[in-house]
């Protein structure tokens, strides 16, 4: 009869003695009858089953094939953490990347925090412009789900989030040449495009640890939103130019509020 094993099997008496080393095959002898048969018998002290060759004759054990794990498959439990402390869900994940996202939630949070100052400027009853500080409330709210989608995003990678300070943002927004509407709009245009530079050295970061995952989530979830916010804002910045300071930027105020496509 002949019995092949891969490397990765070695063998075993069952009389109690060391594992020997496994043969590429055994040669057909006059010894081993057609009778013999294989079957399984588990190994005391071993864990698994154990394929034992007997021949009929007789009734003696010849050996068993006890399985190993294989070295490409150790090296991999290796990557499980043990320690409590240490995430489990961390791979390939490099503290470059876990630093840049914690970054990129502090300019969402930023950011969201002087669109939260313009909309309570807004709302002022000697101002009394509701669709800005509608547009402005809205703003501020998307900015900080952009913040908390990221820092669910830092938890799954296996990161830990830490968060930073703030910075206070100004509470008036009047200009006398360009009054607050433009000014005001203006400077939401001049934070998204710094939101969007900051994404993609985002992307870059990424990049640069080869992190596709984290590539494509800055991908699907932002640029291309970050475009349109962009494309969104400049034309009521050319619109807002174009009106002036009086009557029109009460018209315009009244197209936001009400949710109708702002128009020259």
């Known amino acids: 009869m ?3 094993a891969a490397p990765a099997f070695s063998l075993l008496s069952l009389h109690g003695g060391d594992a020997l080393p496994v043969a590429s095959s055994f040669p057909s002898s006059s010894s081993y009858s057609n009778s013999s048969v294989l079957r399984f018998q588990p190994a005391k002290h071993r864990v698994g089953p154990v394929a034992c060759v007997t021949k009929a004759a007789n009734n003696s054990v010849l050996s068993g094939v006890i399985f190993e794990p294989f070295e490409e498959l150790k090296r991999e439990l290796d990557l499980v953490p043990t320690v409590p402390q240490v ?16 970054g990129q939630i502090n300019v969402e949070y930023n950011v969201s925090y ?9 709302d002022r009853d000697n101002v009394a412009l509701k669709g800005l500080a509608k547009f402005f409330k809205e703003s501020s709210d998307e900015e900080r789900e952009h913040a908390e989608k990221l820092m669910e995003y830092q938890n799954k990678r296996g990161g830990r989030v830490k968060l930073q300070s703030i910075v206070m943002p100004h509470s008036e927004f009047d200009h006398a040449d360009k009054g607050d509407a433009l000014h005001a709009m203006e400077l939401a245009l001049s934070l998204e495009k710094l939101t969007n530079e900051k994404l993609l050295g985002l992307h870059r970061v990424a990049d640069r640890n080869h992190d596709p995952q984290m590539m494509d989530f800055i991908e699907s979830e932002y640029l291309a939103e970050q475009v349109e ?18 009557h029109g930027v009460w018209h315009f105020d009244q197209m936001l509020l009400h949710g109708e496509e702002v128009a020259a």
């Open 229 to 246: 916010a962009i494309k969104k804002i400049s034309e009521y910045v050319a619109q807002l130019r174009r009106v002036g300071k009086g």
């Open 2 to 4: 002949l019995l092949r």
């Open 114 to 122: 002087v669109y939260h100052a313009m909309y309570a400027y807004f």
């Open 87 to 102: 995430s489990l869900a961390r791979q390939r994940y490099s503290d470059e990347c876990e630093a840049a996202i914690n």
